[in-house]
């Protein structure tokens, strides 16, 4: 992205409101751009193009559809045309998985106990229980997808949405094991 749109979120003026530090840099890399061809003698050359800056951010606030507006129209009004990326999260993801742990759980007694009684033997004690530590990723399936940044006359001016976030799907499992009598 580029320092103005450092500048838009974070200045006090801004009606996005965005904490000055709320802003952080996930990656930054600046490499040299060449273009290859061959000569006239078919040999390989390389011509100097200029530099490329790759600047990756990260800006995380509560769900506000007229914030991220006013957020979107400070991005669109940069000149470096910069690219992004919207997905919308739970805030306390550490309540969600242990909700989900405690389900899965709940879960895995119900079946064994219908399984058991089927089966005409009785549940003993746990023996033990197997969890893929894979990290959960809690994220929405909506893409808002913004055309071409537009002219602004206000740097701050908000972009008109529209969006409902996609309600978010995330399951864990568990394997149980129980002695049988």
Not at 29 to 49: A, E, G, P, V
Not at 110 to 136: H, P
Not at 150 to 156: C, E, G, I, L
Not at 161 to 181: G, K, L, Q, R
Request: proline fraction near 3%; aromatic fraction near 8%.
């Amino acid at each position: 992205m580029c320092s103005q749109v450092d500048r838009l979120i974070a200045r006090s003026d801004c009606r996005s409101g965005h904490d000055s530090k709320a802003l952080k840099t996930t990656s930054f890399n600046i490499s040299t751009k060449h273009d290859s061809y061959r000569d006239d003698n078919n040999r390989w050359k390389q011509k100097f193009l200029g530099y490329s800056c790759e600047h990756d951010l990260s800006l995380e606030f509560d769900l506000d559809i007229p914030k991220l507006g006013i957020t979107l129209g400070a991005i669109a009004s940069c000149k470096a045309t910069p690219q992004f990326n919207i997905h919308f999260s739970v805030k306390d993801t550490n309540a969600v998985s242990e909700q989900l742990l405690k389900n899965a759980i709940e879960n895995a007694k119900f079946k064994a106990a219908i399984l058991a009684k089927a089966a005409g033997v009785s549940l003993g004690a746990i023996k033990r229980i197997d969890y893929n530590w894979s990290e959960l990723r809690l994220y929405a399936e909506t893409i808002v997808r913004v055309k071409a940044p537009t002219v602004r006359k206000n740097d701050a001016e908000p972009m008109q949405m529209d969006v409902e976030p996609e309600n978010i799907d995330a399951n864990e499992s568990v394997t149980v094991v129980w002695d049988i009598s």
